[in-house]
Structure formats: structure tokens, C-alpha cells
């Protein structure tokens, strides 16, 4: 969902609408770091995941969506769980340490490498500042540069004759000009030959 900790913490499940057609998470306004209520869509298998835990949920225990025993879950436990589990370095390549942050920064770097348009990942990520997501949040993923740089034109070919074409005019240009020295050496030996003149080094 992209959304912050505190956003995720306050839902409650009348915040979610798990319809196929229309299926969102509701952020209240009181949750929002920017003060302003949203609706979040959601993907199918979140919607599969929030219908599971739902029927599995004691609904007089808790009528928020994550809690732990009725209390609020410790996100930083959590991920350190979830990343020991997985057998994942909770340090990146960056050198930064992965926390649970770090999954908003993972949702907007997938919408930024797909083929979405840059305006509606800053809704997604409900930043005022597109700024603030493409400079901050989004990070580009290598098979996204890989696929970005094969749509470039290929001029190899077009260079490569042009860079031939030149090559060979280049050494037609030298053979005739060796030609003419050569018939200008022999107009010029004639002429001294019929006058008797030696010839000068």
C-alpha cells in the first residue's frame, strides 16, 4: 500500500473496502502525516491477504487491522524478524540499514520503474512535491535502465557504413593522387628526355 507506519497502525477494518471492483485502504486524516484523509487502491493479492486475516481475526479482541494480542505490532521487531527469516542483509548496498520504512521506499521505487506516469506515482505516494518522490524515495532498478536503453535507435549499422564510405574515399583520394604524381613524374621525364636534360633530385 505505500503507506507510512502510523497510517498502517490506525487502520481499522472499517477503513478497508475489500470490494473486487473498488477495492481500497481509507488513510484517516488524524493518521495522515499531510492531515488530509485518502483512499489508497489496492492490488488483488492484498485483497486476498486482508480477506484471509480478517476471517481469522477475533473481531471483539481489536478493531484495528494490525495488533498483536490487542496492542499495537512493533514494526521494528518485525522487519527484523521478517529480514532474519528470509536470510536478507539488513544493511543494503548502500550501506543503509533496512527498516520499516524502507518498504515505502520499495512500493514507490516499483511504481517508478514500471510503466507508470510520474503524476500518478506522486499521488500513490501522496507527496505534495514530485521531488520529494522521484529524488528521495525512488530508486532505479537495473533491468528498468537495461530495458530503458533498448529502445534507443540503432545507428551502429548507419555509422558503420558511414565510417567505411569515408575509409574507402579516403584511399580512392590517395590512389588518384598517387596516380597523377606518377603522370605528372612521367610528363616531366619525357619533356627532359626530349630536351636532354638530366633530370634534378
Same mark, same amino acid.
Given at each position: 500500500?505505500?503507506?507510512r507506519r502510523k497510517e498502517l497502525l490506525n487502520l481499522a477494518w472499517d477503513d478497508i473496502n475489500l470490494l473486487?471492483?473498488?477495492?481500497?485502504?481509507? !488513510?484517516?486524516?488524524?493518521?495522515?502525516?499531510?492531515?488530509?484523509?485518502?483512499?489508497?487502491?489496492?492490488?488483488?493479492?492484498?485483497?486476498?491477504l486482508l480477506t484471509a486475516l480478517k476471517a481469522a481475526t477475533r473481531p471483539k479482541l481489536s478493531d484495528r487491522?494490525? !495488533?498483536?494480542?490487542?496492542?499495537? #505490532?512493533?514494526?521494528?521487531?518485525?522487519?527484523?524478524?521478517?529480514?532474519?527469516?528470509?536470510?536478507?542483509?539488513?544493511?543494503?548496498?548502500?550501506?543503509?540499514?533496512?527498516?520499516?520504512?524502507?518498504?515505502?521506499?520499495?512500493?514507490?521505487?516499483?511504481?517508478?520503474?514500471?510503466?507508470?506516469?510520474?503524476?500518478? !506515482?506522486?499521488?500513490?505516494?501522496?507527496?505534495?512535491?514530485?521531488?520529494?518522490?522521484?529524488?528521495?524515495?525512488?530508486?532505479?532498478?537495473?533491468?528498468?535502465?537495461?530495458?530503458? #536503453?533498448?529502445?534507443?535507435p540503432n545507428c551502429g549499422n548507419f555509422v558503420l557504413s558511414t565510417s567505411l564510405d569515408t575509409n574507402r574515399?579516403?584511399?580512392?583520394?590517395?590512389?588518384?593522387?598517387?596516380?597523377?604524381?606518377?603522370?605528372?613524374?612521367?610528363?616531366?621525364?619525357?619533356?627532359?628526355?626530349?630536351?636532354?636534360?638530366?633530370?634534378?633530385?
Amino acid at each position: 500500500t505505500g503507506l507510512r507506519r502510523k497510517e498502517l497502525l490506525n487502520l481499522a477494518w472499517d477503513d478497508i473496502n475489500l470490494l473486487a471492483d473498488n477495492s481500497y485502504v481509507r !488513510v484517516k486524516a488524524s493518521a495522515a502525516k499531510n492531515d488530509q484523509e485518502a483512499k489508497q487502491p489496492i492490488p488483488p493479492f492484498v485483497v486476498r491477504l486482508l480477506t484471509a486475516l480478517k476471517a481469522a481475526t477475533r473481531p471483539k479482541l481489536s478493531d484495528r487491522v494490525f !495488533v498483536s494480542f490487542g496492542r499495537w #505490532i512493533n514494526t521494528a521487531e518485525l522487519i527484523r524478524a521478517d529480514l532474519a527469516a528470509a536470510d536478507i542483509d539488513p544493511i543494503d548496498k548502500d550501506g543503509n540499514e533496512i527498516c520499516f520504512h524502507s518498504l515505502r521506499n520499495s512500493y514507490i521505487s516499483f511504481l517508478a520503474n514500471s510503466d507508470t506516469p510520474p503524476k500518478v !506515482v506522486q499521488k500513490l505516494a501522496r507527496h505534495s512535491d514530485p521531488r520529494l518522490t522521484f529524488n528521495t524515495y525512488a530508486r532505479t532498478f537495473d533491468e528498468a535502465e537495461q530495458k530503458a #536503453i533498448s529502445f534507443l535507435p540503432n545507428c551502429g549499422n548507419f555509422v558503420l557504413s558511414t565510417s567505411l564510405d569515408t575509409n574507402r574515399r579516403k584511399q580512392e583520394i590517395l590512389v588518384d593522387s598517387h596516380r597523377h604524381k606518377n603522370s605528372q613524374d612521367t610528363l616531366k621525364n619525357a619533356i627532359l628526355a626530349e630536351n636532354k636534360i638530366a633530370p634534378r633530385d
